[in-house]
C-alpha cells in the first residue's frame, strides 16, 4: 500500500505544474487567434474532442480559409 502523504505529493506536484502552464501564456496574447493544436492542448481536450464542439456550436470559433481559428478571450 502507498503511503497517502506520497500520493498527496503527487497530486500537489501534478496541480503546480498545470498552473504553472496556465501562467506561460501572457496577457498580451488574450486577442490573439489560436490553432486547433493550441486550444487542444490548452483546454486539455483531444482535437477530435474540439472539431465535435465546434460542429454542435458549443465552442465559439471563426474561419480562415479552411482552419479553424479561436480567440482566447472566448475560451
Known sequence: ?????????EKLN???RA???LSIVP???VDEFMTVEQVSSFIGLSKPTIYGLTHK????YYKKGKRLCFKNQKL
Open 1 to 9: 500500500m502507498e503511503n497517502p502523504f506520497e500520493i498527496i505529493l
Open 14 to 16: 501534478s496541480i503546480e
Open 19 to 21: 498552473i504553472e502552464k
Open 27 to 29: 496577457n498580451e496574447e
Open 57 to 60: 456550436r458549443k465552442l465559439p
